[in-house]
Nanobody, 123 residues
Framework: QVQLVESGGGLVQAGGSLRLSCAASGSIFRISAMAWYRQAPGNQRELVAFISTGGITKYEASVKGRFTIAMDNAKNTVYLQMDSLKPEDTAVYYC?????????????????WGQGTLVTVSS
């Protein structure tokens, strides 16, 4: 079984910074990519940032230049550095691993989600 555990959410004033972390644990053979999504009240869940283990990144337009995604392959951990935060960034942020291969099934990928961490940006 594989789990994603997020940390780092909280309350911050507009213009401030937060760093989210997400550690994958369990019988992991290989991770192909990780991502961060967010869901604000009344909105659909949206992709915020994506990174492959090869270092390819992708960002949602409204966070480009403010958020940075990084991955420590050795620790199976992904980070999201969020700078110049705005009230509209307020949401529950979810860690996602779209392709995890376990030691039991090294040729069949799983998609795993974290439990979410709340980020609140006050104006």
């Amino acid at each position: 079984q594989v789990q994603l555990v997020e940390s780092g959410g909280g309350l911050v004033q507009a213009g401030g910074s937060l760093r989210l972390s997400c550690a994958a644990s369990g019988s992991i053979f290989r991770i192909s990519a990780m991502a961060w999504y967010r869901q604000a009240p009344g909105n659909q869940r949206e992709l915020v940032a994506f990174i492959s283990t090869g270092g390819i990144t992708k960002y949602e337009a409204s966070v480009k230049g403010r958020f940075t995604i990084a991955m420590d392959n050795a620790k199976n951990t992904v980070y999201l550095q969020m700078d110049s935060l705005k009230p509209e960034d307020t949401a529950v942020y979810y860690c996602n691993a779209p392709g995890i291969f376990t030691t039991d099934h090294p040729y069949r990928s799983l998609e795993v989600w974290g439990q979410g961490t709340l980020v609140t940006v006050s104006s």
